[in-house]
């Protein structure tokens, strides 16, 4: 086999690795609830993340920076269908600021200038990376209307936002 054959059999057993494992994780599998700590709002009220995804409406959890691109790209990306998603799957969205103290400043005039309809959080301290064990952001949790996280993804690539609306049809049975 030529060098060229190898390197076309190796992608193609690791796309349909990834095919495999996408079809292993069941989109609707329980993958727990929302974990209970601490976060503030934007004027300094505390709330606990684990409240949101208990009133019987899915939930979209997005966690972000001021600092990261590929965040501020996904977040935008959404604000796009946010309108149409809350009408048609009735979801609510959160935003979790990863921002540390010294950048956490900045976080009431991005949210301001984007224009975003989400409500924002803050976590200052970095406890989500701990709480759902991810690295760096962009990183966004689903949860159905029972409270269980059903889908995780990490990253951000263009049309990734419409792979969360099906996840929400999905779970919607829309």
């Avoid at 601490?38 to 505390?46: C, I, V």
């Avoid at 995780?152 to 990734?160: E, T």
Wanted: hydrophobic share 40%; charged share 20%; with cysteine.
């Amino acid at each position: 086999m030529t060098n060229h054959m190898l390197k076309g059999m190796r992608l193609l057993a690791t796309m349909a690795l990834c095919l495999f494992l996408t079809a292993w994780a069941s989109p609707t599998e329980n993958m727990g609830t929302l974990p209970s700590y601490m976060l503030k709002t934007l004027d300094g009220k505390e709330i606990d993340l684990a409240d949101y995804g208990k009133d019987g409406r899915p939930t979209i959890v997005s966690f972000w920076a001021t600092w990261c691109k590929p965040c501020l790209n996904e977040l935008n990306a959404i604000a796009e269908y946010y309108p149409e998603w809350q009408e048609t799957y009735n979801v609510e969205l959160v935003a979790i600021s990863l921002d540390n103290q010294r950048t956490a400043a900045k976080v009431p005039s991005v949210v301001k200038t984007l224009d975003w309809e989400y409500d924002i959080l803050l976590d200052v301290n970095g406890e989500s990376y701990r709480k759902f064990n991810f690295a760096t952001p962009p990183y966004l949790v689903l949860v159905d209307s029972a409270g269980n996280i059903v889908y995780k993804h990490s990253g951000y690539l263009p049309g990734s936002e419409l792979e969360v609306e099906e996840k929400l049809k999905e779970i919607s049975g829309k």
